[in-house]
């Protein structure tokens, strides 16, 4: 079993910036390619970002491209993700996830290709 602890959350304005942390246990982090999703109050989960084993490729949702980057620290098994000029749109619950093996830019949205899923960590935007 691999665990996945979600840190960072909080409420920030719009136009703010905030980073959020998953912290990766159990499992050797390098074996997995991770994703973002979210889900805001009413709203089905969504694909936020998503990155490969290596970190060298990186996916993102069309409206966070540009303004979100996903990153990953493979020797500290961090996971991160940074989001710039946050929108009230962007508030919801965030949550990592972990796929084993190596995602393409179709599997890397799909909720199901994902075996372990963080608690979700909340951010709030006030505008």
């Known amino acids: 079993q691999m665990q996945l602890v979600e840190s960072g959350g909080g409420l920030v304005q719009a136009g703010d910036s905030l980073r959020i942390s998953c912290a990766a246990s159990g499992r050797p982090f390098s074996d997995y390619s991770m994703g973002w999703f979210r889900r805001a109050p009413g709203k089905e989960r969504e694909f936020v970002a998503g990155i490969t084993w290596s970190g060298g490729t990186t996916y993102y949702e069309d409206s966070m491209k540009g303004r979100f980057t996903i990153s990953r620290d493979n020797a500290k098994n961090i996971l991160f993700l940074e989001m710039n000029s946050l929108k009230p749109e962007d508030a919801a619950v965030y949550y990592c996830?972990?796929?084993?093996?190596?995602?393409?830019?179709?599997?890397?949205?799909?909720?199901?290709?994902?075996?372990?899923w963080g608690q979700g960590t909340q951010v709030t935007v006030s505008s």
């Open positions: 996830a972990a796929a084993s093996g190596q995602t393409s830019a179709s599997t890397s949205r799909q909720i199901s290709r994902y075996q372990y």
